[in-house]
């Protein structure tokens, strides 16, 4: 039996040469340039569902894009097929395609002194050898976690368990050539409580590069049906203006926002709040967001991006202004600024504090609150990037005197982005982090509620 890291070169080697053959295919067919993305993977996911196996299975994908210029143009096209022959036809539709193309001066290659010449080992890939079997029965205990919860919790949407581990790699005509082994694994439950008339459902979810990382089985089903039988009994509260309190996972989803502002497109296509933002105040001074592409075991975690350039550890946000964006290579371009390694996304980011405390976890977030909305959830679109308005429905709790009173439902959530996070007053020591961010609870000063 080969061993894992025997089993990873040659994956890699068969990645390198089928790469290697569709680009002098490429060459031969009249390309100027061409580069080759593929990406190797095998997933195994069982879902139970009201101790059913609703979904259980074993899959093995490959993917490869093949992207070609010629006269100034781009066109890609998109196979599984690396035979010779499959090679060959995909090269031939992406030359047949520049024909519909336009030339763009943005398009092209990085420059040389732009890519990553450093490789280190992030310690990304920890594939599991778990049967379906295995997989499953770890499935079945987050269910029956939730379902013991509590008497409301009666049925469920789902507990599912699903391991992944593959190997992507980038090539060149210019010669960059570079692999990347990586895993990830995730846990989610969906459990549903029954209340007077109604119903609610709870969802929490956990992933990482180990399967080791990963939060219990015990500790996802009991936070899923946790956020299912505290939202029963939802109510509206009355129209107004408060301070509204973000909790972590709510939270992320602003940062998000910050986030597609400050990237590619929307600021090329001057569909960004953002697009003059450089510089500029956003936050209040003791905010920082941070980036690192370097993290080992980071969920965002990479060596070089799409076009192969690196990012760095920077600081998106300092003192609360907005030092720099979300570029990959052509988008930088575009806007004729150098790139910033984020061709795939952020990398790792990190909202914090000058001013956060140890002692600043969940409960002391909430008495700073005092008085207003804890937003649990946010449902629904409604966030104009161009200008920065935003409008979404929310669910959470009304809290007074520093304590949660009862769950609220069936609001809206209202103000501008630019606003909010201006009047960000405090962020809290309870950091989660999602993918590719981390950040703890957010206290905003004052949003317009709509309700009863």
Not at 228 to 237: C, F, I, M, N, R
Not at 341 to 357: E, I, K, Y
Not at 439 to 452: F, H, K, P
């Amino acid at each position: 039996m080969q061993s894992s890291s025997t089993q990873l070169q040659n994956v890699a080697a068969e990645l390198e040469s089928s790469a290697e053959r569709a680009i002098e295919f490429a060459r031969l067919a009249g390309a100027e340039g061409t580069r080759v993305e593929m990406e190797a993977a095998e997933s195994r996911i069982v879902t139970v569902t009201n101790g059913v196996q609703t979904d259980r299975g074993f899959s093995g994908t490959l993917e490869m894009t093949v992207t070609v210029f010629r006269d100034g143009k781009r066109a890609f096209a998109k196979s599984s097929d690396l035979s010779d022959e499959g090679l060959k036809k995909i090269v031939r539709a992406a030359i047949d395609s520049t024909a519909a193309t336009e030339p763009d001066p943005a398009a092209g290659f990085a420059d040389p002194c732009e890519l990553a010449r450093a490789f280190p080992d992030l310690d990304l890939h920890h594939p599991l050898d778990w049967t379906l079997d295995e997989i499953g029965a770890h499935a079945q205990r987050v269910e029956d976690a939730a379902l013991a919860h509590d008497p409301s919790i009666k049925a469920s949407k789902g507990a599912t368990v699903r391991t992944v581990s593959g190997m992507s790699l980038l090539a060149t005509s210019m010669g960059f050539v570079a692999t990347a082994p990586w895993s990830v694994h995730s846990i989610a439950c969906a459990p549903v409580a029954f209340g007077a008339g109604e119903k609610q459902i709870g969802v929490w979810s956990h992933a990482s590069r180990a399967f080791d990382d990963l939060a219990t089985p015990e500790e996802v089903g009991t936070l899923a049906a946790r956020r299912a039988t505290e939202a029963l009994g939802a109510t509206q509260v009355p129209t107004q203006q408060c301070p509204v309190l973000f909790e972590p996972s709510a939270a992320l989803g602003l940062l998000s926002e910050l986030v597609s502002a400050a990237s590619g497109e929307a600021l090329y296509r001057s569909g960004s709040f953002l697009k003059d933002g450089i510089d500029s105040s956003l936050f209040p001074a003791h905010v920082e967001l941070a980036e690192d592409p370097f993290v080992e075991r980071g969920m965002a975690s990479r060596c070089f991006d799409s076009d192969g350039i690196p990012g760095w550890r920077r600081k998106v946000v300092e003192e609360g202004r907005l030092r720099g964006f979300f570029l990959g290579l052509y988008a930088a371009r575009r806007l004729n600024l150098p790139p910033t390694g984020n061709g795939h996304g952020p990398h790792n980011l990190v909202l914090s504090s000058t001013r956060t405390r140890p002692g600043d976890d969940f409960a002391a977030m909430v008495g700073k609150l005092h008085r207003g909305l804890l937003v649990t959830e946010m449902v629904g679109g409604g966030v104009n990037r161009l200008t920065g308005d935003f409008s979404r429905g929310a669910k959470g709790f009304w809290v007074e005197n520093g304590e949660i009173r009862f769950p609220v439902g069936g609001i809206t959530i209202a103000s501008n982005l630019r606003r909010m996070f201006g009047g960000l007053q405090a962020i809290g020591s309870d950091a989660m982090t999602r993918g590719w961010a981390s950040s703890g609870s957010w206290l905003i000063d004052a949003m317009r509620i709509g309700g009863a």
